[in-house]
């Protein structure tokens, strides 16, 4: 069967299913899959070079907003 964000397993009730790729280089671009939704990616062009950050809404699991830190420019 097929898991949400691709993961191994199902995520109990009352819990999100969310998966972080940390990427690799400039090879492999860093992905943040929520509840089955990617929410960063190459592919929708919304991520950065250093610390890829999304953030969401503990409660009702909605996104509010995205965004990255370059910290190796300062």
Avoid: W
Avoid at 47 to 59: F, S
């Amino acid at each position: 069967p097929r898991h949400k964000c691709g993961n191994q397993k199902s995520c109990p009730q009352n819990y999100f299913a969310f998966k972080i790729i940390s990427g690799a280089a400039n090879v492999v671009g860093p992905s943040i899959c929520f509840e089955d939704v990617v929410l960063m990616s190459s592919v929708k062009n919304n991520i950065g070079r250093g610390l890829n950050i999304a953030l969401v809404n503990g409660t009702t699991g909605q996104l509010l907003k995205t965004d990255a830190f370059d910290m190796y420019s300062g």
